[in-house]
């Protein structure tokens, strides 16, 4: 069922993005960002999270959107170094 969002589809992308997740916290950042890395995490954690409560009211679209856009914020970070990572399983930064 490649059109259809499945529950094993959206438990696979958020283990993902909390993979991601983790792995952002732990690294390093390569700028002088500070500010922005924590706002960054924030976001990052406020979309997994809207993700879950979407997820817990049968919304799977809603839910992996939410996914996606902090699976985006994740990108980012990477891709300018504010998240100092190198796993292109996990993200889009190699």
């Given at each position: 069922?490649?059109?259809?969002?499945t529950?094993q589809?959206?438990?696979?992308y958020?283990?993902?993005?909390?993979?991601?997740?983790?792995?952002?916290?732990?690294?390093?950042?390569?700028?002088?960002?500070?500010?922005e890395?924590?706002?960054?995490?924030?976001?990052i954690?406020?979309?997994?999270?809207?993700?879950?409560?979407?997820?817990?009211?049968?919304?799977?679209?809603?839910?992996?959107?939410?996914?996606?856009?902090?699976?985006?914020?994740?990108?980012?970070?990477?891709?300018i170094?504010?998240?100092?990572?190198h796993?292109?399983?996990?993200?889009?930064?190699?």
């Open positions: 069922m490649k059109d259809k969002i529950k589809k959206l438990e696979k958020f283990r993902i993005s909390e993979e991601a997740l983790s792995a952002a916290e732990k690294s390093g950042n390569r700028t002088k960002l500070k500010a890395r924590e706002d960054m995490l924030d976001m954690k406020r979309y997994i999270s809207d993700a879950r409560h979407f997820e817990e009211k049968g919304d799977y679209v809603n839910a992996f959107a939410a996914l996606n856009y902090a699976h985006g914020w994740l990108d980012t970070g990477a891709r170094g504010i998240f100092d990572v796993d292109n399983r996990l993200f889009t930064s190699d």
